[in-house]
């Protein structure tokens, strides 16, 4: 009985994703991939992502689908529990407006605003 290989499966390939890796990294363990949207455009039908211990923030939309006995897999590396957030942070610098109200610049307006997993009241304007 002779070795046969389902050639679906020939090219599948595993990567890697690391809140402390790189985009401009190959994806390895070694050298991970930093941010999970980058990651998934490296999949291809029969791929698996391992996803490291951390948290992960913005959206996600797969680049390519998989094939039927093929699938895309994306899974936690073993032991980890990384956590899939959702939301964008705010990077900018906060800044005290008055009272008790502060600013921050935003790239679009906001559908919730959360502080530490906790969902806050906008202020609204004009006030």
């Known amino acids: 009985m002779g070795l046969c290989l389902c050639p679906l499966f020939l090219h599948a390939a ?7 890796g790189n985009d401009g990294n ?15 455009t490296h999949l291809s039908p029969g791929d698996t992502l391992r996803v ?4 992960y923030h913005g959206q996600v939309r797969m680049a390519s689908s998989g094939a039927s006995g093929s699938p895309l897999t994306l899974e936690a590396y ?15 610098t906060w800044t005290s407006d008055r009272g008790s109200i ?11 605003v959360f502080c530490d997993g906790r969902l806050l ?7």
Not at 14 to 20: A, D, K, R
Not at 78 to 92: I, Y
């Open 14 to 20: 595993v990567f890697y994703v690391s809140p402390s």
């Open 26 to 40: 190959p994806g390895t363990l070694s050298r991970p991939f930093q941010n999970l949207q980058a990651a998934v």
């Open 52 to 55: 490291r211990e951390g948290t």
């Open 78 to 92: 073993p032991g980890e529990t990384p956590l899939l957030d959702g939301a964008d942070p705010v990077t900018g």
């Open 102 to 112: 502060y600013r921050a610049p935003w790239p679009a307006q906001p559908l919730q």
């Open 121 to 127: 009241n906008e202020a609204r304007w004009p006030a």
